[in-house]
């Protein structure tokens, strides 16, 4: 649901889009903007966080397989998610994200059910 209201939010709230807009098109971290780098490298770093505690919480839940690799999904998942927000900046009138946001993220989470690639290694454990 988080997943969704995100999509559909920065599709739609014109505020929110352009701060999106500015982050990927606009703004360069050059040295002199190492505070505002560092920022966003801690709102990053909170985000994984909290994407893989719900990963996590899913899991135990049943929601997610157990053997999800939650660390490898979590950067699948953010890659997913900031992919298209930088999609929708870049290419706003091909990606009606406002009206499919829910398709999307069902099909994200249905890579995050089935695909192999995504399973913690049991060989890596020994």
Same mark, same amino acid.
């Given at each position: 649901d988080l997943c969704t209201l995100c999509l559909r939010d920065t599709a739609t709230a014109a505020r929110r889009r352009r701060v999106f807009e500015i982050l990927f098109l606009q703004c360069e971290f050059v040295e002199e903007m190492g505070p505002v780098m560092a920022r966003h490298q801690g709102n990053m770093r909170e985000g994984l966080m909290r994407i893989e505690e719900? %990963?996590?919480? /899913?899991? &135990?839940?049943?929601? #997610?397989?157990? &053997? #999800? @690799? /939650? *660390?490898?999904?979590?950067? +699948?998942? $953010? &890659?997913?998610?900031?992919?298209? %927000?930088?999609?929708? /900046?870049? %290419? *706003? @009138?091909?990606? @009606? +994200?406002? $009206?499919? /946001?829910?398709? $999307?993220v069902e099909a994200m989470l249905d890579a995050l059910r089935h695909s192999p690639a995504l399973r913690v290694d049991p060989a890596a454990k020994e």
């Open positions: 719900g %990963l996590r919480n /899913a899991m &135990s839940k049943g929601q #997610l397989p157990a &053997s #999800l @690799d /939650a *660390p490898r999904a979590t950067r +699948v998942l $953010h &890659s997913f998610i900031t992919g298209a %927000l930088r999609d929708m /900046a870049i %290419l *706003p @009138d091909m990606f @009606d +994200v406002a $009206h499919n /946001a829910e398709q $999307h």
